[in-house]
T-cell receptor
Framework: AQSVTQLDSQVPVFEEAPVELRCNYS??????LFWYVQYPNQGLQLLLK??????LVKGINGFEAEFNKSQTSFHLRKPSVHISDTAEYFC?????????????FGKGTLLTVNP | DAGVIQSPRHEVTEMGQEVTLRCKPI?????LFWYRQTMMRGLELLIY????????DSGMPEDRFSAKMPNASFSTLKIQPSEPRDSAVYFC???????????FGDGTRLSIL
């Protein structure tokens, strides 16, 4: 069975500061990895995905994430955040092949960007 | 492009009543998912359809919950009878094919009094 651990439930930062949101996963097989963002009263929006290839993945809104297989991590980073980045961020994993439709989500990290 | 459309956005009803949540997936998407989001349990997959056929309903909490997909452009999630512990935000998502990223609707916020 898969599991996803988002190590920080809340991350407060100041505007223009860098940020890293941490995600670790466990799975007995190869995985696809995703980061989603949820703004208040909205659904989840895909930020970026790792399916294969380069371990550094760039997404929308200036975010990027690096897949580290040995550490089973997929941390999300942004070099300079804006007030508008305030939202909840979810890491998710699915198995490659088999029941790869099924996304397992972490509990989420609330990013609050302060002026 | 229209995204995944859910209705209603908000539903408040008394326990014991029947609740029907509706979802229109993105045109051309073959897979449809229903999720429930609560503070305590986070995001949980309830049921998944592929080409209108239910594939895995192991996440459906009880027999009070049922879901249908009569055609490629419409799905319903029904709770009967509803209970206060069913209060949550219910999301519908669709994806083009297996393994492709899922696109989420804005959710239905359900409150059972």
């Amino acid at each position: 069975a898969q599991s996803v651990t988002q190590l920080d439930s809340q991350v407060p930062v100041f505007e223009e500061a860098p940020v890293e949101l941490r995600c670790n996963y466990s799975s007995s097989v190869s995985v696809y990895l995703f980061w989603y963002v949820q703004y208040p009263n909205q659904g989840l929006q895909l930020l970026l995905k790792y399916l294969s290839g380069s371990t550094l993945v760039k997404g929308i809104n200036g975010f990027e994430a690096e897949f580290n297989k040995s550490q089973t991590s997929f941390h999300l980073r942004k070099p300079s955040v804006h007030i508008s980045d305030t939202a909840e961020y979810f890491c998710a994993v699915s198995d490659v092949g088999g029941s790869n439709y099924k996304l397992t989500f972490g509990k989420g990290t609330l990013l609050t960007v302060n002026p | 492009d229209a995204g995944v459309i859910q209705s209603p956005r908000h539903e408040v009803t008394e326990m014991g009543q029947e609740v029907t949540l509706r979802c229109k997936p993105i045109s051309g998407h073959n897979s449809l998912f229903w999720y429930r989001q609560t503070m305590m349990r986070g995001l949980e997959l309830l049921i998944y359809f592929n080409n209108n056929v239910p594939i895995d309903d192991s996440g459906m909490p009880e027999d009070r919950f049922s879901a249908k997909m009569p055609n490629a452009s419409f799905s319903t999630l029904k709770i009967q009878p509803s209970e206060p512990r069913d209060s949550a935000v219910y999301f519908c998502a669709s994806s083009p094919h297996l393994g492709q990223p899922q696109h989420f609707g804005d959710g239905t916020r359900l409150s059972i009094l």
